[in-house]
């Protein structure tokens, strides 16, 4: 393995890094903004991105820094997510066994809702990964979740996080109902090129790496293939740190990235 050789403590470029060390752009910071602003004040929210972008991370991040004292935050993340399936899941989630019909299990998730708010003083999040894969019939059902009190009271905020086509979706005639009702949007942009190699530097620096392991212009190829996505650069790299120490090469510069890319990559 690359470790030994580059001196890192870990692979430099692995999704788990954790929540203390993530790189932010200005962009997510932006995102961890509008979420936090959404968990406080019990709104709609709707996070889209390109597929590798950092919105889990970001949805990651977000989460660990609620005070569990104020909030409690139930994830889903199921691609084919109805809403029995729901309505069973955050149930389950919050330590109850749900009503077997779905009517009964709505009424019994909103009593606990409720229960959360006024009795705990803490507030609901309830997160929805992946939610470009939800079907029209849960979208729908969101608006009844969100219907409280006679649409006078939020009992939770609900955060959808999804890929671009979560976005285009909420823009059909057919969901207007839906997107009439979100209180905040964000799109997560890909980085700049200049952001690119800030993130392999910083992810290098938290790895324990002693001085430069890529070139600039090493770190341009690396940003031109993947397009400024986070997910891509961190396969290129640790694919490149991996053929580097197999060549014995202290210094990766941009010929090897390129061979890395014709040889690992563009197949």
């Known amino acids: ?37 959404a968990a406080r ?16 991370t970001g ?20 691609s084919d997510l109805t809403p029995r399936n729901f309505y069973w899941e955050t149930l389950h989630q919050l330590g109850c066994e749900p009503r077997f019909y779905r009517g009964d299990a709505k009424r019994q998730l ?12 803490k507030i609901p999040v309830v997160i929805v990964d ?11 059902e969101t608006r009844f979740l969100l219907n409280f009190r006679m649409d006078s009271y939020h009992p939770l905020s609900l955060i959808l996080v999804g890929q671009n086509q979560l976005k285009e979706t909420l823009r059909l005639q057919a969901y207007e109902a839906i997107a009439q009702r979100v209180d905040i949007r964000f799109h997560l942009p890909v980085m700049t ?3 690119t190699c800030a993130y392999i530097r910083h992810h290098l620096l938290v790895a324990g790496a002693a001085g430069e392991i890529f070139t600039a212009a090493a770190m341009a190829v690396i940003h031109e293939y993947c397009a400024g996505v986070a997910r ?5 790299c640790t694919a490149s740190l991996m053929a ?14 390129r061979t890395v890319i014709e040889s690992e990559l563009e197949w």
């Open 193 to 195: 090129k200049d952001q």
């Open 232 to 236: 891509k650069v961190n396969n290129l």
């Open 41 to 56: 004040n019990r709104l709609f929210c709707v996070i889209t991105g390109e597929v590798g972008t950092g919105k889990s």
């Open 59 to 78: 949805i990651r991040c977000f989460s660990a820094g609620l005070n569990p004292n104020a909030y409690r935050v139930l994830y889903l993340s199921d």
């Open 110 to 121: 909103n009593r606990e809702l409720a229960g959360l708010t006024d009795r705990e003083k």
């Open 130 to 140: 992946e939610s470009h894969l939800l079907s029209r019939e849960m979208l729908e």
């Open 1 to 37: 393995m690359f470790k030994s050789f580059y001196g890192t403590t870990g692979n430099p470029f692995s999704p788990d890094i954790p929540v203390d060390k993530v790189f932010e752009t200005p962009a997510h910071k932006e995102m961890q903004g509008r979420l936090n602003y």
């Open 244 to 257: 580097g120490a197999g060549q014995q090469q202290r210094l990766i510069d941009d010929h090897l990235v």
